[in-house]
C-alpha cells in the first residue's frame, strides 16, 4: 500500500506580474521525515512556505493536510489545524514576557480568543504547559525574561516553541539555523531529529552542512521550479544542481 | 515616585472625595468640573483600549461620544413634548429614565462601532485614522442639517434625565453617578486586558503575522474591540449629555475626537488610568490657561510637544517607577 502523505503539493503557481515564483510545483510530505527545500536566494522556497501556511494565496493549484484541500483556508484555520511555521525573520511579540509568547500561542490553538472574561495569565494549565515547551528549547530560565531582551540564538529557540505548542502535523521552518553561532546550531539539529517523529518538518535552510545532517529527503528550487528530489547522494550527484546552487557553494 | 498600583489608587481616593473639597471650600462647580474630567476620562477609556493597547488611531472617536450624547437628548426630547420616534413604521416613546438611556447608548454606539468597525479595520495606519475621521465627520455635518433635533444650535434638556430615589440634578449625587460608571469601566477594560482577547490584542498591535500563526484571527480580535472601545466612549457621551442638560453637534466635530486623543497620550497610552490623568490636566489646563489667556490651546499644544518629545508614557511616567516603561512605549 502506498504511504499517504501528510502534506501534497497539487500544481501548485504563484506569480507577481512577470516573475514566476512558483510554477507548476509537486510536492510531498510524509510522516516522520525531514524534507529540506534548498536553492538559490529568489528561487521561491519562502513564497512556498507562505502559501502552504497561508500567508499568501496561490494562482493555481492545490494544496492538501492529511488528505484535506485547505487550498482557500485561512493563515489562523491552517495554524488551527496544526501547520506551524517559522519565519525568516525572527517574528515574536518583542513587548511580551517570552512565556506570554507560549500563552498567547496556546490559547490560539485552543480557539478561545474571543473570551472577555477569563484571566489568561492565572490559567494554570497553560503555564505548567508553557514551561514544558520552554524546556525542550532549554529556554525556563528566560521564561519571565521581554522578548526584546533575548539573543538571536533565544529568539529562534522561543519561535520552534511557539511552533510546537501548536500541536503540529507538520512543521514549516524557514531558515531557522540563519545567524545562530556553531553550538546553538548543533542544538537545533538535535532537536529537529527529535521532532520529526512528532510531525514531519519543511524545511529550508542555506548551510547545507545542517541540511545534510537533518535532511531526510532534498528537493531543490529554480527559478520557481523543482529541479531535483531525492537523498544527499543524488541530489550531490546531480549536475543541475551542481551548476546552479551546490557549485555556488564552494 | 512610586508604584503604578498606589498612584491608581490615589487618583480613585482623590477622585472620590472632590466632593467634599467642593463642599469645604464652598463652590460646588468644583464638582461639576470634576464630573466633566471623569467623563472624559471614560471616553478616553474607550479610546485607550484599541489606540494604547490595540495601535488602532481612530480618529472618529466623537462620533461615538455624540452619538451617546445625542441618543440621550432625542429620547429626553421625545419625552418632554410626548411625540414618539418615527423609525420607518415603527414608533417609540421617549424616556427619562437614565437606566434606559445608558442601555440604548451603549446598544446604539457598539452598532456603530460594528459598522464604522467593519469598514474602517480594512485599512491600516493613515487610511484608518482618514476613514474614520471621514464617519465621524459625515454624523457631524448630519447632525448640522437635521433640524428637528436643533440643527447647528443643538438640543437642550430641561432636565437630567432620572434614576429612581435618585436627584440626578444635584451636582454632587450627579458626579457620583459618573464616578461609578468610571469604575465600571476601569474593571471592564482591566478584565479585558487580562483577557485571551486582550492579549491577542496587545499582541496584534504589534505583529498581526505572529498572532495569525497561532490561529488568531487579529481582523476579528481588533472589531471586538473597537465595538467595545465605541460602546464606552458612547456611554461618556451620554453622560456629556447629561451634565450639560445640552447636545449639539459640537460634540460629533473632529476636535472633540481630538480632544480625547490628547487626553489620552497627555495622561499615558498603555496606563489603565492614563486618560484619567490627562482628563484632569486637560481639563485643569483648560480652566488654568484659558484664566490667563484666550489662546490658552497654544500653550497646551507647546506642553503635547514636549510631552511627545520627551515623555512618550505620557504624566503617568513621571510619576511613577516602572522598569518596561521604555519597553512599552516603543
Known sequence: MMKKPVLKIDKLSKSFGAIKANDNLNLNLFKNEIHALIGPNGSGKSTLVKQISGFLKQDSGQIYLEEIDISNYSAEHRSRMGIARSFQISSVINSFKVIDNLRLSLMGRDGGYLNLFSNIYRNKDYSDEAFDLLRIVDLTNKANDLVSTLSHGDKRKLEISLALSMNPKLLLFDEPMAGLDKTSSQLMIDLFKKLKVKAPILLIEHDMESVFALADRISVLDYGSLIASGNEKEIKSNAKVQEVYLGDEN | ?330
Open chain 2, 1 to 330: 515616585m512610586m508604584s503604578e498600583k498606589k498612584l491608581n489608587f490615589l487618583i480613585l481616593i482623590f477622585l472620590f472625595l472632590v466632593p467634599l473639597f467642593s463642599i469645604l471650600l464652598n463652590d460646588i462647580y468644583i464638582t461639576t468640573l470634576f464630573s466633566k474630567i471623569v467623563i472624559l476620562a471614560i471616553a478616553g477609556i474607550g479610546l485607550n483600549l484599541i489606540l494604547g493597547y490595540g495601535g488602532m488611531v481612530s480618529f472618529g472617536h466623537a462620533a461615538f461620544f455624540g452619538l451617546g450624547g445625542y441618543i440621550t437628548g432625542i429620547l429626553a426630547f421625545h419625552f418632554n413634548n410626548y411625540e414618539p420616534i418615527q423609525i420607518l413604521v415603527f414608533e417609540f416613546e421617549g424616556t427619562n429614565q437614565l437606566l434606559f438611556v445608558w442601555i440604548f447608548s451603549l446598544i446604539f454606539s457598539s452598532l456603530l462601532a460594528l459598522f464604522i468597525g467593519y469598514f474602517s479595520l480594512r485599512t491600516t495606519g493613515v487610511y484608518f485614522i482618514m476613514i474614520t475621521l471621514a464617519f465621524a465627520q459625515m454624523l457631524y455635518y448630519f447632525s448640522i442639517s437635521w433640524p428637528t433635533y436643533g440643527g447647528e444650535d443643538g438640543l437642550s434638556l430641561s432636565l437630567r434625565n432620572q434614576i429612581p430615589f435618585l436627584n440626578t440634578m444635584d451636582p454632587i449625587t450627579f458626579f457620583y453617578i459618573c464616578y461609578v460608571w468610571l469604575i465600571i469601566a476601569i474593571i471592564f477594560v482591566k478584565f479585558i486586558l487580562n483577557s485571551p482577547l486582550g492579549i491577542s490584542l496587545k499582541a496584534s498591535k504589534e505583529n498581526d503575522d505572529r498572532v495569525r500563526s497561532v490561529g488568531i484571527n487579529p481582523k476579528k480580535v481588533k472589531l471586538i474591540s473597537f465595538i467595545i472601545s465605541g460602546a464606552i466612549t458612547g456611554l461618556a457621551g451620554s453622560l456629556y449629555a447629561d451634565l450639560n442638560r445640552f447636545v449639539s453637534p459640537t460634540i460629533l466635530s473632529w476636535q472633540m475626537s481630538g480632544e480625547i486623543m490628547i487626553l489620552v497620550i497627555l495622561g499615558g497610552m498603555f496606563r489603565l488610568y492614563g486618560p484619567i490623568l490627562g482628563a484632569f490636566f486637560y481639563i485643569i489646563l483648560e480652566q488654568f490657561l484659558g484664566g490667563i489667556t484666550e489662546n490658552w490651546q497654544f500653550w497646551l499644544g507647546l506642553i503635547i510637544l514636549l510631552e511627545v518629545l520627551y515623555a512618550k508614557a505620557g504624566i503617568m511616567s513621571f510619576l511613577i517607577k516602572d522598569k518596561y516603561d521604555e519597553k512599552t512605549s516603543s
